[in-house]
Nanobody
Framework: QVQLVESGGGLVQAGGSLRLSCAAS????????MGWYRQVPGKQRELVAT???????NYADDVKGRFTISRDNTKKTVYLQMNSLTPEDTAVYYC?????????WGQGTQVTVSS
């Protein structure tokens, strides 16, 4: 059973920063893609950033240059450093682990950016 637990969300003023963490537990293939997606009410969940084992990060256009994704394979943890936040970044952020054709999701963490 794979579980993903996110932390680090919260309320921040525009221009501020937050760091999200997602720790994975359970047994899964070491070659995988971990990432972050976000969703606002009434809209589809959208990709924020992903990073594959031993690979380069992939970012959505609207977060490039502001967000940085990284991973620590020994800790089975993925991070998302978010800088220069804007109210448009307000959403529930979900951690994702994709491996061997399967997707696993965390419960989500709320990020709210006030203007």
């Amino acid at each position: 059973q794979v579980q993903l637990v996110e932390s680090g969300g919260g309320l921040v003023q525009a221009g501020g920063s937050l760091r999200l963490s997602c720790a994975a537990s359970g047994t899964f293939f070491s070659i995988n893609t971990m990432g972050w997606y976000r969703q606002v009410p009434g809209k589809q969940r959208e990709l924020v950033a992903t990073i594959r084992t031993g690979g380069s990060p992939n970012y959505a256009d609207d977060v490039k240059g502001r967000f940085t994704i990284s991973r620590d394979n020994t800790k089975k943890t993925v991070y998302l450093q978010m800088n220069s936040l804007t109210p448009e970044d307000t959403a529930v952020y979900y951690c994702n682990l994709r491996t061997l054709g399967l997707d696993y999701w965390g419960q989500g963490t709320q990020v709210t950016v006030s203007s």
